[in-house]
């Protein structure tokens, strides 16, 4: 008996699901191996065979435990053939690995298939086809819930307040390191300016639910509303091509856009080579600041954040490599919040633990979050706003006159080589405008910057935000940076 993978909960990964065909089975995680699905009995050569590719820290098992999308397949007469790749690796060597694979395929089956990559498989198939050339063995392909333009929430592991928390469970490794959005820009760049992009048609799908309160899912997806409508890993407009048939987006979270019963209804006429769907146009989406604090809890750690009037919620989360935590967050009066739920993180934070709090009509002021703990832990601290102040906020970033005064930053900026940190700098609290000058990227390398601002609304009330840049500087000391309200 093959032995099965251990099942883990990520954004961007492999979820626990299984088939009613042939039974379970799968590759055991084995990166190159692949394998064929059930037989079909009687072949139809009209029909491409489905190639199914697993996403970031997944593998083969993701189309068989608890998931129907096998069966469906197998029911719609599709021959079938399932791979596992290197579940921490970059696009450029699982690239490499799956173009081979693919000729395999091609040889077996004696004609092209069609690709049905989930998440970072998607990424992963787009290097195999343009970049190694596997183009010749395929029809199309259709992504579900992949991070083409990278993933905010990698950002967010690499950066100065979340990484040592991100480092201890495990999470900052090629594949994540790879995912942030610089260095997806750089990659747009290379593959969508490249001629064998135009030899494959593409198809993507995209969702925009996020797990409920207490969900694992939960916070990856509040904290990426701030970048627009979201399926609790993915933004719906990350998960676009330009050049690519974007199918219209569905209420389907992170989990559910892999399940066959669910989406393989959604793409079946693509399969069956009708070229009719429509492009869907992504409206431009308003930017949410979140602020952020992290680092090391030793048995005691408090936090202090504003909340400036007239903010309609704020949702708090206290994430963590341990379950136990007692949680107090307080209000400018006096008053204790205990509504906190635990979950489990389903993110590239997965193996961590979240406390998380929604406040709705929160009194303005100074607030303080406090955890105890008996053992030392790493920990994350996240606030998001629903503010009418967003705007000014946004302008104040650029530069551009709003009603905001006193508005200063503080920034860190670590610049990373090969996965490693080889640079870190500390910019003081400086004016805004001053700030745009000081700010240069000319090593090559990849840069996370972290941009803490403070300063007062038109009605004196205090205000504070984080800021997360990610900027990728190649070796020609050209600078990606992925904006998604212009890009």
Known sequence: ?????????????????????????????????????????????????????????????????????????????????????????????????????????????????????????????????????????????????????????????????????????????????????????????????????????????????????????????????????????????????????????????????????????????????????????LKKENRSYPFIRGGVNEGQKEEEFAVEKGVKEITIHWLSNHSSGNIKLTDPHGKVVKDFSLSTTGDVFEGGYVHSAVVKNPASGKWNISSSVKQKEAFLFVVTFDSPHEQQIEKAVNAQTSGLSKVKAAVRSIRYQDGKQVEKKEIKRASIHSLQNSLSFQKAGMYSVTIDLTGKTADNAPFNRTIIRSIYVNDKGKKFEYNPLSD
Do not use: C
């Open 1 to 281: 008996m093959k032995k099965m993978a251990l099942t883990v909960l990520v954004l961007l990964l492999l979820f626990p699901m299984g088939s009613n065909a042939g039974g379970f089975k799968g590759g055991g995680g084995n990166p190159g191996y692949w394998f064929t699905g059930d037989p079909v009995e009687h072949p139809d050569q009209a029909k491409p065979p489905l190639v199914f590719v697993h996403g970031l820290n997944g593998s083969s098992n993701a189309w068989f435990d608890k998931n129907d999308m096998s069966e469906q397949a197998w029911k719609s007469g599709y021959e079938t053939a399932f791979i596992d790749l290197h579940p921490d690796k970059n696009m450029h060597d699982n690239g490499a690995l799956l173009a081979a694979k693919l000729r395999e395929i091609y040889e077996h089956f004696g004609r092209k298939a069609i690709l049905i990559s989930y998440s970072k498989g998607g990424i992963d198939s787009q290097s195999a086809l343009i970049h190694h050339q596997a183009y010749r063995y395929v029809e199309h392909v259709i992504t579900l819930g992949t991070p083409h333009h990278g993933s905010q929430l990698a950002d967010l592991a690499y950066s100065s307040w979340a990484g040592w928390l991100a480092g201890i469970l495990g999470q900052k490794n090629d594949a994540v390191y790879s995912l942030q959005t610089g260095y997806m820009k750089s990659f747009r760049e290379l593959t969508d300016s490249h001629p064998n992009r135009q030899k494959t048609r593409y198809f993507t799908l995209a969702g925009n639910k996020i797990g409920g309160f207490g969900s694992v899912l939960f916070f990856g997806g509040v904290y990426l509303n701030m970048f627009g409508k979201n399926d609790g890993a993915v933004t719906e407009k990350n998960a676009r091509l330009p050049y690519a048939t974007n199918l219209d987006p569905g209420r389907w979270d992170h989990f559910t856009i892999i399940k066959g019963n669910v989406t393989f209804p959604v793409f079946q006429s693509i399969l069956e080579i009708d070229q009719n769907a429509e492009a869907t146009l």
